[in-house]
């Protein structure tokens, strides 16, 4: 599984544009770059999942360069609802078992 | 996606005891995940639970220390045995989508404090 560096932690105020970036320099070719949310006292939740150049969706949008050894989360305008940890993920999307390894995340502060 | 459950959602226990932590989804899965949160920390898996064989134990944790049962395909138990002060986590489990993109879905968690 390919390791990931991330931020441990940013500050952002409300209604400002958040990109969390997470370097996976030994990322392999079948993996895929998957984003997860976990606010206090939850469970992580599943934000977005991207394998090359760019994802958008309700939530968030996930930009993936060339090399792919690095990928941005970006949240678009944030509230103070968006207060929580994100984990960079990197692993094979194979499905029937995917083992999931979580990194130290990066825990976003939006201020009022 | 899926739905679940956990019980209980707290304890405080003594040393020495242990505790069952029952994990109940809505639907069916084939493989079902046992996590270990510490506080302020990341998430570590503790094992996999496929149903009708023996759970697999990441390096580290030990089948007499956190025995898992895995009776049918929507609930498992994972037991926290001979607790200590060191156990005191969130214990989450988690299930992973049938369908791409494969994500996983957890369940709230358990938070145990041994005193």
């Known amino acids: 599984l390919a390791k990931t560096t991330q931020p441990i932690s940013m500050d952002s105020y409300e209604g400002q544009e958040v990109n969390i970036t997470c370097s996976h320099n030994n990322i392999a070719t079948n993996d895929y770059i998957t984003w997860y949310q976990q606010f206090p006292s939850q469970g992580p939740r599943f934000i977005i999942q991207?394998?090359?150049t760019k994802v958008t969706n309700e939530v968030a949008s996930l930009f993936i360069p060339a090399d792919r050894k690095s990928s941005t989360l970006s949240l678009p305008r944030v509230s103070l609802s968006d207060t929580a940890v994100y984990y960079c993920?990197?692993?094979?999307?194979?499905?029937?078992?995917?083992?999931?390894?979580f990194g130290i995340g990066t825990k976003l502060q939006v201020i009022p | 996606s899926a739905v679940i459950s956990q019980k209980p959602s707290r304890d405080i226990c003594q040393r020495g005891t242990s505790l069952t932590i029952q994990c109940q989804v809505d639907s069916q899965v084939t493989m079902m995940f046992w996590y270990r949160q510490q506080p302020g920390q990341s998430l570590t898996l503790i094992a996999t639970?496929?149903?009708?064989?023996?759970?697999?134990?990441e390096s580290g944790f030990v089948i007499d220390k956190f025995p898992i049962s895995r009776p049918n395909l929507t609930f498992s138990t994972l037991t926290v045995s001979n607790m200590s002060p060191e156990d005191s986590s969130i214990y989450l489990c988690?299930?992973?989508?049938?369908?791409?993109?494969?994500?996983?879905?957890f369940g709230p968690g358990t938070r145990l404090t041994v005193t």
């Open positions: 991207g394998y090359k």
């Open positions: 988690s299930v992973e989508s049938a369908v791409p993109p494969y994500e996983q879905y």
């Open positions: 639970a496929n149903q009708g064989s023996e759970a697999t134990y």
């Open positions: 993920l990197v692993g094979m999307n194979s499905g029937g078992y995917q083992k999931v390894t």
